[in-house]
């Protein structure tokens, strides 16, 4: 059966819900291996054998991680080498798809980002991307060596199948000339105890309109345990950190539910929420484009509504 | 610190973006396009470095005729000069064809200090040329930066990833990738505006950069697009006005899509 590599996206060891995803979309196409880059694998391993990995090829040399992408590219070049895999399927987060930019180039095979699904074809698999703002979709494929796809959260159902999850520890050799951007400082982001906003079934965001108050949308996440998102507006206007920011410029995001609370809903922000399930705004202007989009609206004072809100869910759930 | 910033000419977002029933590439002819807003920061942070440091900025693009006109305000902002490939066979061309380009123009100019890039695209937004561009230049690579510092050939810089703040630091030459967060770009002023008609801006087909046109174009593309579909619009939703019933209704909504 044709063999997939599907690159992990882990903190420590922590496999993030994206490569379950990723195994699930690979066991479509073939036989999923997991690419496991830096320190953690044995807290990794039983998770990657749940979502169906037969293989975890492990990769761990410190300049893997203590450089930017440049050393991971490489190494996944050589395990491509190696391996031939039939598809190389990659986290399209900002790094993921630098590396698959690099591994592009190494390996002269065409990459698709942002792909919303991914589907067996005659000629390859078949990557369906959401383009324009959401405004079109796009059936592509890789037409000249490996496929390398980066897959965007939430493009798959999480489906356990059960993987042997063999080890395997792979030797790479990195170059001097990708030893060159190094990482001197890392600060792990505070945890908000909310769901990951690329991740997460509901998010609720907050723009212009909160008025640089965001206590009344953080509060109706909680109370629906959603992630809280912000417009670029409220970003630039320091009221909400830029790593919240969803739009053009920012995170992606594709709920079951999205939730916009005092944002007008200009073109850069909907390229970031469009493709959302239900979409829902609360806005005191009735003329703002955002009602254009939404399944419900509620035209009035944000922080009255999403506070009074808020008390009702916590009293239906009671 | 010489540096070369590469820009795109991309059709407006706020217009009606399609593609080419054609041949299934984006259509660049019927729209109207314009300087892509991301690469506006790219072309400030160029010019914020050499005005610093003292150096040259070199603003390169590849695209159509219109393409000239991301140059131009790019000279208006205060670029030194231009550089613009353009050739009938580069129709079609993906992120590979482009990235191919970009770094043969880059070395016609004379590899510099810095490129200096967007952090993607406003149209095809895939964010890989800035990656591929310093793979295919055998560059080290600093991107999505959110502030930049550049001390004698060292630049130092910081990045927001999902799970970290992370500093990077590297030594020039290298491609440099930023945001949004990183300036705010400035106007062309009356003065730039002017000064712009008598910067020089040379244009160089695939011939003058050595490339053969079966490396580039739609059928060296290495990926395909086989099909595109309109979004279909989003039924109209309901809006209800708040009159201290507005929660409720909401909530209600909520309930009955199983939400709560």
Redesign the interface.
């Known amino acids: 059966m044709a063999e997939i590599l599907v690159l992990v996206d882990h ?1 420590d060891g922590a496999v993030r819900k994206t490569t379950t995803e990723l195994l699930t979309i690979a066991r479509r196409l073939g036989e999923p291996s997991a690419v496991f880059v830096g320190s953690g694998v044995e807290a990794a391993k039983d998770a990657l054998a749940r979502y169906g990995a037969e293989k975890i090829y492990l990769l761990d040399a410190p300049e893997l991680t203590d450089f ?3 050393p991971q ?1 490489e190494a996944l070049a050589q395990l491509v080498e190696q391996k031939s895999p039939a598809v190389v399927l990659i986290p399209s ?3 993921g ?6 591994l ?3 390996i ?7 792909v919303v699904d991914v589907q067996p074809g005659e000629d390859g698999p ?1 990557t369906t991307q ?16 490996t496929p390398i796809i980066t897959v965007k959260p939430n493009s798959a159902a999480p489906e356990p199948a059960d993987g042997a999850a063999e080890v395997e520890v792979v030797p790479v050799s990195i170059s001097d ?1 990708a030893k ?10 505070q945890q908000s105890g909310r769901p ?1 906003l ?1 991740e997460a079934a ?1 998010v609720v965001s907050g723009g212009r309109g909160t008025g640089g108050d965001f206590a009344s949308v953080e509060a109706f996440a909680d109370s ?1 345990g959603a992630a809280v998102g912000a417009s ?1 507006a409220a ?1 630039d206007s320091g009221w909400y950190p ?2 919240y920011q969803i739009g ?2 920012g995170k992606t995001v594709s709920p ?2 999205y939730i916009a609370a005092g944002i007008s809903g200009a ?2 922000h909907r ?1 970031g929420m ?1 493709t959302s399930k ?3 705004a ?1 806005n005191k202007d ?1 003329e703002a484009p955002i ?11 944000l922080h ?6 808020t ?3 916590v009293k ?2 009671a | 610190m010489n540096i070369v910033v590469c820009v795109k000419h991309v059709p407006d977002a706020t217009g009606d973006r399609t593609f080419s029933d054609a041949d299934m590439t984006v259509d660049r002819a019927g729209v109207d396009g314009l300087l892509s807003e991301l690469d506006e920061y790219a072309v400030e942070e160029a010019l914020t470095i050499a005005q610093a440091s003292g150096g040259e900025v070199t603003v390169l693009t590849v695209g159509p005729e219109q393409a000239a006109n991301a140059v131009r305000k790019s000279l208006q902002m205060g670029a030194d000069k231009g550089a613009h490939v353009l050739d009938d066979a580069i129709h079609g061309s993906d992120a590979a064809a482009t990235s191919l380009l970009l770094a043969k123009a880059v070395q016609k100019i004379g590899v510099p200090d810095l490129v200096v890039c967007g952090m993607a695209s406003t149209d095809g937004a895939m964010g890989l040329v800035p990656a591929m561009l310093a793979e295919r230049l055998g560059l080290p690579q600093v991107t999505y930066v959110v502030d930049v510092e550049v001390d004698g050939k060292t630049v130092r810089a910081r990045r927001d990833s999902d799970l970290a703040a992370e500093t990077v630091e590297a030594t020039a030459p290298l491609v440099l990738s930023v945001t949004d967060m990183c300036n705010e770009p400035r106007y062309p002023s009356f003065k730039g505006i002017m000064a712009a008609k008598k910067k020089p801006v040379e244009t160089w087909s695939l011939a003058d950069l050595d490339v053969s046109p079966d490396e580039v174009g739609l059928a060296a593309a290495w990926t395909k697009v086989d099909s595109f579909t309109a979004r279909p619009p989003r039924t109209a939703g309901t809006i209800v006005t708040d009159e201290d019933d507005g929660a409720v209704k909401l909530v209600e909504f909520l309930a009955g899509q199983k939400f709560v």
């Not at chain 1, 959401?130 to 060596?145: D, P």
């Open positions: 903190a930017l992408v440049a590219a987060n900002p790094e798809k630098e590396i698959a930019g690099r592009s180039v190494k002269s095979s065409g990459v698709l980002t942002d078949v959401s383009v324009f703002a959401g405004g079109y979709t796009v059936q592509a494929r890789v037409s000249r060596g000339a060159t951007a190094r990482v001197v400082d890392r600060q792990p982001r990951e690329t509901i629906l670029r970003v830029h790593t053009q410029t079951q539910l073109i850069q390229a469009q239900t979409i829902v609360v009735a009602f254009e989009l939404v399944d419900f609206g509620v035209v009035g004072d009255a509504i999403l506070n009074a809100a008390d009702e869910v239906r759930k």
